[in-house]
């Protein structure tokens, strides 16, 4: 039989807010992306990704999971 049962303090995760990017922080992203791809078709979607992120709100997994689809 159990008399008493310990009690657990709750867990507290602060986590710091993601902030979009500045509008330079914004242009110097989608001019490097020809620089990491080669291939012009991978430059095409990275760079819609990249669009699709910025004026959806989408996290990086959700917008490949959700761009698969169409």
């Given at each position: 039989?159990?008399?008493?049962?310990?009690?657990?303090?709750?867990?507290?995760?602060?986590?710091p807010?993601?902030?979009?990017?500045?509008?330079?922080?914004?242009?110097?992203?989608?001019?490097?992306?020809?620089?990491?791809?080669?291939?012009?078709d991978?430059?095409?979607r990275?760079?819609?990704?990249?669009?699709?992120?910025?004026?959806?709100?989408?996290?990086?997994?959700?917008?490949?999971?959700?761009?698969?689809?169409?």
């Amino acid at each position: 039989m159990i008399d008493h049962v310990l009690k657990l303090s709750p867990i507290k995760v602060t986590e710091p807010p993601t902030l979009p990017l500045t509008k330079a922080q914004y242009a110097k992203l989608l001019k490097s992306i020809p620089n990491e791809f080669r291939s012009p078709d991978k430059v095409k979607r990275v760079h819609a990704l990249i669009r699709l992120m910025r004026y959806s709100g989408l996290a990086i997994q959700d917008a490949v999971l959700d761009s698969m689809w169409v």
